[in-house]
């Protein structure tokens, strides 16, 4: 079950997918149900595709499932002890963990096990799990955003990777970064980075811009030790840096070099390890501001949100949350970037909505609203995965509840949806596939926030090589 990633980068075509899992949301809603893990049809050749076929409700309320990984992933090539058949469910504002059995029944998932918040406060201190990696060891390792009492505190928790249970800490005591969120590894380099969203506390119910200024949102880098677990650099990425997310290593193992996506100012920001052998950062891609009318402020980003990789380690893909468009870029020139696709799927500045233009340095029209399957589109893309094969990219639109609630109100009344472009791996270019269509709108329960998408198998922003 290893061995369908590490065999796609030494050329050989990879499996096609045929389910996904995503969480599903309800916190900031009016509907008083617990999240839950949703298994989607993908394979166009079932009867039930694109359709959600199987619904997991987690046993408590409130939980915010976000993000997921695995027991075990490539990091593990070559252990057969390890199978990859435990989904790890973060929760980001109860900090409970779920551990999910997607082994026995891949289309049926069934819970396991609960970790509760206060292995997580009594035994690391840490709170607000988020990203979830599995290590070569066989442990696993999650980052977190905060201590228990809602301040910024990045630090990551070990699980063992047998019986779930917490260990403790992966950094030294006192050695925890200000802010936490994402982190990749790469063991042949040694380093492990890791990013910056925000105190919880400030950020759980809505984004206020009075919080930036006060110090409660991140800006920089952080380059650890991977065999000592010590904190090497930090790498203050300043204004065009506010609020780095999602942080990929190229998949090459022996490349000294990746990318990361800061919300804030819309930018890309690519690191690498300079000749010196310490670790910078440079602004590769920049998405101006748009002056508005009829929004909160008189100037609006794009807010990348998500970013990934091509498994083949040639186009970059984000999704700008505000604007309501992805982006592709080719990256064979790793310093340099060159636009090659977009394509718009909802967003704050459709025609008609309260929000005009009034200048764009881009010079692009205002998109018209996105109707897929007699279904006008609420919220804007978010959540991005891409097929093994890199043809298919699939994407979701809540970010985060208490955002959602804020920035797009339709999305907490309509749900949100599960969309699929298609992808030009040729010469670049992304289109909207209009047979695809997963509205959480309609769920049984009433609709829902559905956010970020696995593969069975593991895909390009879940699997490490070493």
Known sequence: MLNSLRNLTCCRPGPREEIVYLPCIYRST?????????????????????????????????????????????????????TRNRLILPSLISSRIYVVDVGTNPRAPKMQKMVEPVDLFWKCGLANPHTSHCLGSGQIMISCMGDPAGNGKGGF?????????????????????????????????????????????????????????????????????????????????????????????????????????????????????TPKGDWAAEKVISVPSKKVEGWMLPEMPGLITDILISLDDRFLYFSNWLHGDIRQYDITDRRNPRLVGQVFLGGS?????????????????????????????????????????????????SLFSGWDKQFYPDMIREGSVMMQIDVDTVNGGLSLNENFLVDFGKEPDGPALAHELRYPGGDCTSDIWL
């Not at 920089?220 to 065009?240: C, F, I």
Request: glycine share 8%; with cysteine.
């Open 157 to 273: 928790v070990l699980l063992d990777g047998e019986t779930f249970e917490v260990l403790g800490n992966w950094e030294h005591p006192g050695e925890a970064a200000p802010f936490g969120y994402d982190f990749w590894y790469q063991p042949r380099h040694n380093v492990m980075i890791s990013t910056e969203w925000g105190a919880p506390k400030a950020l759980v119910n809505g984004f206020d811009p009075a919080h930036v200024k006060e110090g409660l949102y991140g800006s920089s880098l952080h380059v650890w030790d991977w065999t000592t677990h010590r904190k090497l650099q930090t790498l203050d990425l300043g204004e065009d840096g506010a609020i780095p997310l999602e942080v990929r290593f190229l998949h090459d193992p022996s490349a000294t070099e990746g990318y990361v996506g800061c919300a804030l100012k819309s930018t890309v920001f690519r690191f690498y390890k």
């Open 349 to 397: 500045l459709v025609t008609d909505g309260p929000v005009k233009i009034l200048e764009d340095p881009e010079n692009q029209p205002q998109p018209r609203p996105r109707i897929i399957q007699g279904k006008r589109i609420p919220g804007s893309p978010q959540m991005l995965q891409l097929s093994l094969d890199g043809r298919r990219l699939y994407v979701t639109t």
């Open 30 to 82: 009016e509907i008083l149900k617990p999240d839950y893990l949703a298994t989607v049809d993908v394979d166009p050749k079932s009867p039930t595709y694109s359709q959600v076929i199987h619904r997991l409700p987690m046993p408590n309320l409130r939980d915010e499932l976000h993000h997921s990984g695995w027991n075990a992933c490539s990091s593990c090539f070559g252990d057969a002890s390890k």
